[in-house]
């Protein structure tokens, strides 16, 4: 499975990114969704996620700015960033979880990050 992720820019404080992550197949066999972002200098932490029921989950820097969703035709899922602060500038990661019951272990895959830039 492959992810592609895209949307990332810069953008002014305030304004709004959506990022986008295309999966090459299915996205029903995954059990989540989600995107990370790594600020420079600072490690790889969760976003947003969004499980296969459709629960979802967010950082809490980002509640209420952020907005994650799947469309499950297009096997992609989304990001709409609102409120952009300087502080949400990092790479920005797709991910998705597939749990394996013949091992009982999460796999994980990635998209290649896309650069989203926020100035002051």
């Known amino acids: 499975v492959q992810l592609q992720a895209s949307g990332g820019g810069l953008v002014q404080a305030g304004g709004s990114l959506r990022l986008s992550c295309a999966a090459s197949g299915s996205i029903f066999s995954f059990n989540a969704l989600g995107w990370y972002r790594q600020p420079p200098g600072k490690q790889r932490d969760v976003v947003a996620t969004?499980?296969?029921?459709?629960?979802?989950d967010y950082q809490d820097s980002v509640k209420g700015r952020f907005t994650i969703s799947r469309d499950n035709v297009k096997n992609t899922v989304y990001l709409q960033m609102n409120g952009l602060e300087p502080e949400d500038t990092a790479v920005y990661y797709c991910n998705a979880k597939r749990f394996d019951g013949r091992d009982s272990t999460f796999y994980d895959y990635w998209g290649q990050g896309t650069q989203v830039t926020v100035s002051s």
């Open positions: 969004i499980t296969s029921s459709g629960r979802v």
